[in-house]
């Protein structure tokens, strides 16, 4: 069973001296002491700020842990959605690029790399053979990784995928969809893998993933 997910936005970023000069802004505490949700949610800053009190709350009621915000977001996301799936997560493509937004937007802030992966189909596959591929591509991957949805294409997002890994397992998937649906239902797979000196920042990958889908 595939469950559609949905997309939390990463954190913007602001500068020291923006922070500094709005840390003593009074106004700024009224906001968060009054609980103005609006004003909260349209300024990343004050967002941040109550997401640091929420987190230290967090670590006064369960202490075994460092609470972060993405601890946070984890919490609430299986709070308001429920649990997270047992089998891998499938989306809409219009929510690829956000997610691999946060994903390099994670790997830049923690080190975690990832990879991406976009698996093109042939100009004249038969459509019956769609949900053979998208069998085969998710038969091999973890409860963890994202696999996103196109006409021609699946995008496949992997969170802590080294490329070490990645080869024997695009080599595995190339094989089944080869069983399921043909070799001629493959056209091409291409990969990175997140940090790599060919794509240095985010804007790179966002480019590469790009190409990749037009």
Known sequence: MYVIGFVLEPEAMTTVTEAAKRLID???EDALTSGDLSRICADSLLAQRLGRRIAAAAQEIAPGRQWTLEDLRDVLEVACRGPAPDSVRVLEGRYFRKRL???CALAERYGDPF???VVHLSDDHDPATYESVL???TDRLRRTDMVFLYKRRFALIL????AVSLGPLVERVRQLVGVGAGEEALD???SLVFP???YADTQSVLDWAEDQLR
Do not use: F, L, N, T
């Open 188 to 190: 091409r797979v291409r």
């Open 115 to 117: 990879a991406c992966v």
């Open 101 to 103: 937004r946060e994903q």
């Open 135 to 137: 069998d085969a591509i």
């Open 26 to 28: 009074g106004e700024e």
């Open 159 to 162: 969170p802590r995928m080294r």
């Open 196 to 198: 790599d000196p060919a």
